[in-house]
C-alpha cells in the first residue's frame, strides 16, 4: 500500500475508536436515565466520586478521550486480561485514586505462539509476527523464555502491538 492509503486507514481506525468511545458513553447514559438496571445505580454512585474519563487501551495504559495518557495497572491489565484497543472508562476521584473498568471489549481472537525476553521486553512470537506482553502477565503465569503460551490478540491484528497473555502451555 502507499503511505497515503496507511494514513488514511491509521486515520480511520482513529475515527473508530473515537466512535467506540462515544458509542459506549451514549449506551451507559442511557442506562443511567433509564434507571430499572443495578448497574446505573452503581455508575451514578462512580460518577459522583469524580471525574469520570473514558479511552482506548493501548496494550500499557489508556489514551483518553481528553488526548492525555493515563496509566493502567500492569496488574489490572495482566488480570483483566486487556486486549489493545479496549474500551475503558477511569474514575478519577477526590481523592486521586484512580478507577478502571472496561465497558467495551474489542473483537479479539486467541493465537499460540513461543514466548520470547529481549533488550529486557517480553515478547510472543506468532507466526512472523511479534506482539509485546506485560511483564507482570508473565510473573503471574511463571512463564519462561522459550515456552509456548496462549494469548488474546484484537480480531483485527493488523496493527497491534501488544498481546494479552491468556495462559503459559
Known sequence: MTDVAD????????????AETSLGAAKELLVSLVGDDAEATALAKDESLGKVIEGVFDGQNMVGSDGKTYPVPANYASKSKLVQGDILKLTIADDGAFMYKQIGPIARKQVVGVLELKDGH???????????????????????PGDQVSV?????DENAEWAALEAAL
Open 152 to 156: 488474546n490478540i484484537p480480531e483485527d
Open 7 to 18: 494514513k488514511q486507514i491509521k486515520r480511520l481506525r482513529s475515527l473508530l475508536q473515537e
Open 122 to 144: 517480553y515478547f510472543v512470537n506468532v507466526g512472523k509476527k511479534q506482539y509485546r506482553i506485560l511483564l507482570a502477565s508473565v510473573t503471574y503465569f511463571k512463564a519462561k
